[in-house]
């Protein structure tokens, strides 16, 4: 028992210091003016149309070299809703959840899509709405059991609860596994959430088995877990438009690190996101494909080939020879607002060259008549920017004060 606690002490402390150091020893460098880190290609569109006319081009680059091609077309069927608590948070909203089929019959993939909803005076105009796609369940993420884990399955527990869940938030942050559902309730914002896994396993076999069953439905080729987990939020967002107290004018997306990647490439192929908040996406997200610091593309093509297209592959040990970067996939988002969150030790997934990228991509958003980026630096956060780089002290995950960032941006851009 004593050897026990002995232990657990240990343990204890090695997360504890750990979770000061925030798992990351080196920050991210502050200077993006070396030339020869400029983001390649440069953008050559010099006016809106010719700009316009060459997205259709890109978005087809991004599919063979990248992510795969966008499922367009996958059927999506919606089940009935069902409230699962309509005195959700103290009675200040209700709680539903859908069930959404993607595909039909063998290989279709089905997914619970829960929403929070806030209550709105008599009268009021419809809410607007971020949609979420997270590594924990719907349980985790609304602190709730009225809902299901995955399809067929209620949930059991509502809370990452023990020393296992201490130990996540104390290295990943509170909101890690939980959204703060509270806050978007306090402006009058619904907020709607799905688990990626149920749509695509994030494991590569088993997740390349569910893709190849997928590319047997009509019309789909080929595409990748970031592209299908992506379609998850263009399925939702079928269903909201059915919903009259949605503000369907007002739709925004939210994805920590492989989820933000997937956010990205869902905005680059689905106008009717108005909003993206990508945070810390990294490599295959807003970091340059080209970059030499952090996780780099070798790295995440060996570790996670589902998530991208297998021509990816052919890159990873040369990322100059790839045709294009990803501030063509920021550009391709313009002129909607996008918050890109980092962490100043999140090497990894590298800040450095996420600024080098929105601030290539600001050409296009110029083109709009937008400013894009307009901050004088990594710590110059502008949460009104159209392009919002915020970058916090600390490593990996999604803290407080990224929340505070994050709302700081929507309300700057929703007038909230
Ligand atoms: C790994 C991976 C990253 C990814 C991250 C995450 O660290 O290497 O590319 O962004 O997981 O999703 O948390």
Known sequence: MCFRSFQLFWL????????????????????????ENAAMPAIAATSLSEWEAGKPALRAQFAEYVYGTWPEGLAVTIGETRIADANYLDGRGVLEETEITLGRGAGARRFMLAMALPNLPEGAPPAPIIIGQTFSDNCLVFR???????????????????????????ILGRYI???PIDRYFDRGVAYANFYASEI????????AEVMAALRQQPGITASSALSFWGYGYSAAIDLLERDGRIDTTRI????HSRHGKSALVAAAWDDRIGLVMA?????????????????????????????????????AKAPGNLPLDQHQLLALLAPRPVFLGNGRRDVWSDPNSTY????????????????????????????AADLSFHMRAGAHGTTPEDVAALFAFLDAHWGL
Not at 201 to 206: G, I, K, L, T, Y
Not at 358 to 383: E, H, I, K, W
């Open 356 to 383: 080098r990228a929105a601030q290539a991509a600001s050409v296009v958003y110029g083109l709009y008549g937008s400013d894009g980026l307009a901050q004088t630096g990594l710590r110059d956060f502008n949460p």
């Open 144 to 170: 709730s059991t009225a809902l299901h884990r995955r399809v067929g399955e209620p949930c059991e527990k509502a809370r990452t609860g023990g020393f296992g869940g201490w130990a996540l938030i104390q």
């Open 12 to 35: 204890a402390a090695v997360v504890g210091l750990v979770s000061c150091t925030q798992l990351g020893l080196r920050h991210a460098s502050l200077n993006t003016t070396r030339p």
């Open 200 to 207: 695509v396993p994030d494991r590569p076999r088993a997740g």
């Open 252 to 255: 925004g997306i939210w994805g």
């Open 279 to 315: 945070h810390q996406s990294g490599f295959g997200g807003s970091a340059l494909s080209r970059s030499k610091t952090g996780e780099r593309i070798d790295r995440v093509a060996q570790t996670y080939p589902h998530w991208f297209t297998p021509a990816f592959q052919d890159f």
């Open 177 to 179: 596994a939980r959204a």
